[in-house]
């Protein structure tokens, strides 16, 4: 039986998401040309770690693939399930991407650190999306992963 949607914060609420996710769109991904930059080494260390991941860039149109996986240009484009879409955009740039997670729709949506928007949030889980604010997925998952 599933839990209603909601944000969530306690350790054992974010343990069992990352349970669940096996495939993750990165949205705002970056290409090696950023590999310094968290947009870049957060998504490459879930890969390695295990994660399936679908890179979604908002710049980069000349990129067809990212970490040796075909791009998509919208989430919605995706085929197959997405279990968490991580979000590298700024909270400002967050509105303009709305549609497109309500339409795929993913399991979860992960805002990274830094990135906290209520009312996009509030939207998500009305849609029946979990949603985490204002954390890094790499450094939650080193953490929780114990």
């Known amino acids: 039986m599933s839990e209603q949607p909601r944000q969530l914060e306690t350790d054992s609420e974010l343990r069992a998401l990352l349970m669940r996710?096996?495939?993750i769109a990165?949205?705002?991904i970056k290409t090696t040309?950023?590999?310094a930059q968290p947009a870049y080494y957060v998504p490459e260390y879930l890969q390695r770690v295990g994660f399936e991941i679908v890179p979604v860039p908002v710049y980069y149109p000349e990129a067809t693939e990212i970490l040796g996986r075909p791009v998509y240009r919208r989430v919605q484009e995706i085929?197959?399930?997405?279990?968490?879409?991580?979000?590298f955009r700024r909270q400002q740039d967050l509105a303009a991407h709305l549609d497109d997670l309500l339409l795929a729709p993913p399991g979860a949506v992960w805002l990274q650190s830094g990135i906290r928007d209520d009312a996009f949030a509030r939207r998500l889980t009305e849609a029946g999306i979990d949603v985490v604010q204002d954390r890094c997925l790499m450094v939650e998952h080193r953490r929780l992963r114990g």
């Open 21 to 23: 996710v096996r495939r």
């Open 79 to 87: 085929p197959g399930a997405i279990d968490l879409v991580c979000v």
């Open 33 to 35: 040309a950023a590999a």
């Open 26 to 28: 990165v949205l705002g």
